[in-house]
């Protein structure tokens, strides 16, 4: 079955600097990609997705890069903002009908 | 609004006690899961369900059961609680014809 690492587990960045959090997954059937924050006391939200046929996504300060051979995709963060400071989770799974697998989160602190 | 509701949003309950957390969507959707987080830990997914009478067990074993009578509708019930119990339970769901997954608010359960 799927499985899906994520690094780092906790990341520190100055206001204004950029973050990237990676994450790695293991089958090559996965096609859609999905990124989820979660503020604390509050229920994951989608911020970003991205399916097998893009190797993109931009959203404003947010994207999302993926590469198909080595089977890792990577949240990018610039010009971070103190409400960025969440606990992110990427997942992996297929389009039709598999459930999602989800990393261990990764903590983003943004310090002022 | 087209939701996730859970209910109760936080229970305090003592050990030996049968529980019903309560999870509702709006959205039509067909699959249905829950997931158990301690805060701001990783996601695990105890039971998914793929649409009416379709239960299944997760990756994380639990002591819990659910059941799908109606599509809107995934409770799921802690017959005798215990302290290792207490965790949040987090409910989502995900139209079988699209990619994206919806969290519910949650439910803090802590059993005393």
């Known amino acids: 079955g799927e499985n899906v690492e994520q690094h780092p587990s906790t990341l520190s960045v100055q206001e204004g600097d950029s973050a990237v959090i990676k994450c790695t997954y293991s089958?090559?059937?996965?096609?859609?990609f999905p990124w989820y924050k979660q503020e604390l006391g509050k229920r994951p939200q989608l911020i970003i997705d991205?399916?097998?046929?893009?190797g993109e996504k931009k959203d404003q300060r947010i994207a999302v890069t993926l590469n198909k051979t080595a089977k890792h995709f990577s949240l990018h963060i610039t010009e971070t903002q103190p409400e960025d400071s969440a606990v992110y989770f990427c997942?992996?799974?297929?389009?039709?009908?598999?459930?999602?697998?989800f990393g261990p989160g990764t903590r983003l602190s943004v310090l002022p | 609004e087209a939701d996730i509701y859970q209910t109760p949003r936080y229970l305090v309950i003592g050990t030996g006690k049968k529980i019903t957390l309560e999870c509702s969507q709006t959205?039509?959707?067909?699959?249905m899961y829950w997931y158990q987080q301690d805060p701001g830990m990783e996601l695990h997914l105890i039971h998914y369900s793929y649409g009416v009478n379709s239960t299944e067990k997760g990756d994380l074993s639990s002591e819990s059961t659910v059941s799908r009578i109606r599509t809107e509708h995934f409770p799921l019930t802690l017959e005798s609680a215990r302290p290792s119990h207490t965790s949040q339970y987090l409910c989502?769901?995900?139209?079988?014809?699209?990619?994206?997954?919806?969290f519910g608010p949650g439910t803090r359960l802590t059993v005393t």
């Open positions: 997942a992996a799974s297929q389009l039709e009908g598999q459930n999602f697998v």
């Open positions: 991205i399916r097998s046929n893009v």
């Open positions: 089958d090559s059937a996965s096609n859609y």
């Open positions: 989502a769901s995900r139209s079988g014809s699209a990619y994206e997954q919806y």
């Open positions: 959205m039509g959707h067909d699959k």
